[in-house]
């Protein structure tokens, strides 16, 4: 089993950036493929970016690509995702997951609370 703990959001201005982290309470690397989805108010969770299990595939949202980058630091078990030029529709909850199975085709065996990320017009 793991935990994940995510940090990082906030308010911020359309074109701004914000980095969010993902702290994994085991290792990861190998073990998981990990992820982020997010949920804006009215809507369903949506899938984000994801990391493959080895980091070498790593799948986005058309909405966030060339925008969002994700990454992982296997030594400290953190996943991490870069966001710039925020724009008000990236306005939501962000979730980190981790699955055995690939991201975000298989099911999430395990989800961090989220973190609230604001994006003001």
């Known amino acids: 089993q793991v935990q994940l703990v995510e940090s990082g959001g906030g308010l911020v201005q359309a074109g701004g950036s914000l980095r969010l982290s993902c702290a994994a309470s085991r290792r990861t690397v190998g073990v998981y493929a990990m992820g982020w989805f997010r949920q804006a108010p009215g809507k369903e969770r949506e899938f984000v970016a994801a990391?493959?299990?080895?980091?070498?595939?790593?799948p986005y949202a058309d909405s966030v690509k060339g925008r969002f980058t994700i990454s992982r630091d296997n030594v400290k078990n953190l996943m991490y995702l870069q966001m710039n030029n925020l724009k008000p529709e990236d306005t939501a909850i962000y979730y980190c997951?981790?699955?055995?199975?690939?991201?975000?085709?298989?099911?999430?065996?395990?989800w961090g609370r989220g973190t609230q990320v604001t994006v003001s017009s």
């Open positions: 997951a981790a699955a055995t199975g690939p991201v975000p085709t298989g099911r999430v065996d395990y």
């Open positions: 990391i493959s299990r080895s980091g070498d595939s790593t």
